[in-house]
């Protein structure tokens, strides 16, 4: 499963332009107000760690304070065949809150989209403002939709809205949190990590028996001292004797001795 994420904007790009919040510890630092270009690439890092964790593909339209122009964007997304698009934003101009943008007249886009909005508002960071369909004609200077089945776009919050700011600065991982959990819930990995679990412990279960097939071999022949002791603790008079037992119900015994501690 292979994710791509958008950070908005970038080099000369700065995209919106926030309020002045003061943070410390491991918030975003801005004095002169937080950038657009700064919190998206923090955010979809953050987010990219998150879903590797999770076993997800991910890769990043830009990882550095670079301007990468929209047709790039999109164009990566079709070139690397993803299953999905995250385009990370932040709003200004007044209002407070998380806004999902889907492709208009795209099911999937607005399924997911949905997905990712759920995800967020469970973050409880700032207000849900729902979904939003766009199109090429409302949003042109960041429209990054493609003709991918799942593609949304996100505005995180206001950067000049001083509560949202704050929580931007302060919080950039929940926010992240709350895509990797839209992520999850729409495009889960369960069952592919599920079939993965099957055949590898049908593999283990396989070794083992090929090690019991080994011992075995090696403990009914007479070339090793390992097996002549066991014979003899076993009962055996002398290495030849299999201790008054038939071959199979010995085979039996060394089953039951060892299929549990291997
Ligand atoms: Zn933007």
């Known amino acids: 499963m292979k994710i791509l994420l958008d950070p908005g904007h970038g080099g000369r790009d700065p995209g919106a332009v926030g309020v002045p919040v003061a943070v410390g510890g491991d918030g975003i630092a801005a004095a002169s107000g937080l950038q657009e270009k700064d919190v998206t690439l923090q955010v979809a890092r953050l987010a990219a760690a998150s879903l590797r964790e999770h076993g997800y593909t991910v890769l990043l339209t830009r990882d550095a304070d670079v301007d990468v122009p929209l047709h790039a964007r999109t164009g990566l997304a079709l070139a690397e065949q993803v299953d999905a698009m995250v385009s990370i934003h932040a709003n200004a101009g007044g209002g407070s809150g998380c806004e999902v943008w889907y492709q208009a007249g795209d099911d999937a886009s607005r399924a997911f989209a949905s997905a990712l909005e759920k995800g967020i508002a469970d973050q409880d960071l700032v207000p849900s403002r729902g979904l939003k369909a ?26 000049d809205h001083e509560q949202d700011a704050l929580q931007l600065a302060q919080h950039p991982e929940r926010f992240a949190q709350g895509i990797v959990a839209g992520v999850c819930a729409y495009l889960p990995l369960q069952a592919a990590v599920h079939a993965q679990c099957a055949a590898e412990k049908q593999q283990i279960v396989a070794q083992r028996d090929d090690m019991l097939a080994a ?16 014979r003899i603790a076993n ?5 030849g004797d299999l201790g008054g037992m038939t071959r199979a119900a010995r085979l039996r015994l060394l089953n039951e001795t060892w299929a549990g501690k291997i």
């Open 134 to 159: 766009g199109s090429a004609a409302t949003r042109t200077n960041w429209y990054t939709f493609s003709d991918l089945a799942h593609d949304a776009l996100l505005e995180l919050a206001f950067l």
């Open 235 to 239: 009962g055996a008079r002398d290495p």
């Open 215 to 230: 011992m075995y071999g090696e403990l009914m022949s007479d070339r090793t001292d390992l097996a002549y002791a066991i």
